[in-house]
Nanobody
Framework: QVQLVESGGGLVQLGGSLRLSCAAS????????MGWYRQAPGKQHELVAQ???????NYADSVKGRFAISRDNAKNAVYLQMNNLKSEDTAVYYC??????WGQGTQVTVSS
């Protein structure tokens, strides 16, 4: 069974940066779109960023200009560079590489 493993989360101060990684146990070369989602306590699961095989990206308005998604097909991976983190970015972050099953997520906590 294909597995997705997210990493890179942690505790960071307001305004800090983190880089999340997601590695798939199978090739992602043919995957059209890959993305990152997050879920904060008491809130709905929400899309953070997407990247298409063409290189086109899509971001939630709340993270535009602060986050950057990238993919490395050779490493079967997708990344999320998060800069200028805010308290409202605190959440569990999940990568999504359909049709593979969701991973366990990685916790990001922004402290003030």
């Amino acid at each position: 069974q294909v597995q997705l493993v997210e990493s890179g989360g942690g505790l960071v101060q307001l305004g800090g940066s983190l880089r999340l990684s997601c590695a798939a146990s199978r090739s992602v070369f043919s995957i059209e779109v890959m993305g990152w989602y997050r879920q904060a306590p008491g809130k709905q699961h929400e899309l953070v960023a997407q990247i298409f095989s063409s290189g086109r990206t899509n971001y939630a308005d709340s993270v535009k200009g602060r986050f950057a998604i990238s993919r490395d097909n050779a490493k079967n991976a997708v990344y999320l560079q998060m800069n200028n983190l805010k308290s409202e970015d605190t959440a569990v972050y999940y990568c999504n590489i359909p049709p593979y099953p969701w991973g366990q997520g990685t916790q990001v906590t922004v402290s003030s």
